[in-house]
Nanobody, 115 residues
Framework: QVQLVESGGGLVQPGGSLTLSCAAS????????MRWYRQAPGKERELVAS????????TYSDSVKGRFTISRVNAKNTVYLQMNSLKPEDTAVYYC????????WGQGTQVTVSS
C-alpha cells in the first residue's frame, strides 16, 4: 500500500531552520511529481512547493520563495523541504503529497515557529 511518512517537524525560534523529510513507498516514486502543502489553524491547506519527477523543475508559493528549498533523492524515495529564515506565520502542519492517480497524502508533521 502507499505510504508517505513525514518527519523533521518541531519547535524552532524565528529565524531558525528545519528540514522536513517525506519517505515514500508503494508507488513508483521516480516518475511522480511531489509536493509539500501546509495548513495553519483556521486556514485552508495551501501549496508550498512542488518538484517534478527528475527534480529538474521546482515551484514555490510567494510566501516561501527564497527561504524554502524542495529537493528529492529518487534512490531513497525521499523528498525534502529545507526551511530557512522561519517566521511565526510558517507555523502549520506540513503535508507531503504525491501527484499520482488521485493523489496520496502523508499524515503531516507539525512545525511551530515561536520564541
Amino acid at each position: 500500500q502507499v505510504q508517505l511518512v513525514e518527519s523533521g517537524g518541531g519547535l524552532v525560534q524565528p529565524g531558525g531552520s528545519l528540514t522536513l523529510s517525506c519517505a515514500a513507498s508503494g508507488f513508483t516514486f521516480s516518475i511522480t511529481t511531489m509536493r509539500w502543502y501546509r495548513q495553519a489553524p483556521g486556514k485552508e491547506r495551501e501549496l508550498v512547493a512542488s518538484i517534478t519527477s527528475t527534480g529538474g523543475d521546482t515551484t514555490y508559493s510567494d510566501s516561501v520563495k527564497g527561504r524554502f528549498t524542495i529537493s528529492r533523492v529518487n534512490a531513497k524515495n525521499t523528498v525534502y523541504l529545507q526551511m530557512n529564515s522561519l517566521k511565526p506565520e510558517d507555523t502549520a502542519v506540513y503535508y507531503c503529497f504525491a501527484l499520482r492517480y488521485s493523489g496520496y497524502w502523508g499524515q503531516g508533521t507539525q512545525v511551530t515557529v515561536s520564541s
